[in-house]
């Protein structure tokens, strides 16, 4: 859904839905809404909370999937922000890997 089916209405109507309970599931979908249409920091802010109540390896590992995506793809991430991300979850060689991955990215 998040990938075909989302445009900037589908984001705030999602973000708006008080009523549906705030499971996981939601929750994840809701961040990759976000990242969909690309509004970055509901989307960071989420992501930063569901690591945080989090200590199941998967959901971290899903979480570390979604920076690494947003930051080798969005261009609507400061520099700043993009290197705040990258220091607090990601080692010192994966924040290599991401910022090439960007550069290589961008040069297609």
């Known amino acids: 859904m998040a990938v075909y089916g989302t445009n900037n209405a589908t984001a705030e109507y999602i973000a708006s839905q008080d009523y549906i309970d705030a499971s996981l599931?939601?929750?994840?979908?809701?961040?990759?809404?976000?990242?969909k249409?690309?509004?970055v920091q509901p989307a960071v802010k989420e992501?930063?909370?569901?690591?945080?109540?989090?200590?199941?390896?998967?959901?971290?590992?899903?979480?570390?999937a979604f920076y690494h995506h947003l930051l080798v793809n969005s261009n609507r991430i400061s520099d700043q922000e993009r290197r705040?991300?990258?220091?607090?979850?990601?080692?010192?060689?994966?924040?290599?890997?991401?910022?090439l991955s960007r550069r290589k990215a961008a040069k297609m």
């Open 25 to 35: 599931n939601y929750r994840i979908q809701r961040l990759l809404v976000y990242e």
């Open 47 to 64: 992501a930063e909370e569901i690591f945080k109540e989090n200590e199941d390896g998967m959901v971290r590992n899903l979480i570390g």
């Open 84 to 99: 705040r991300i990258a220091g607090k979850y990601f080692s010192q060689e994966d924040q290599t890997r991401v910022l």
């Open 37 to 39: 249409v690309e509004n």
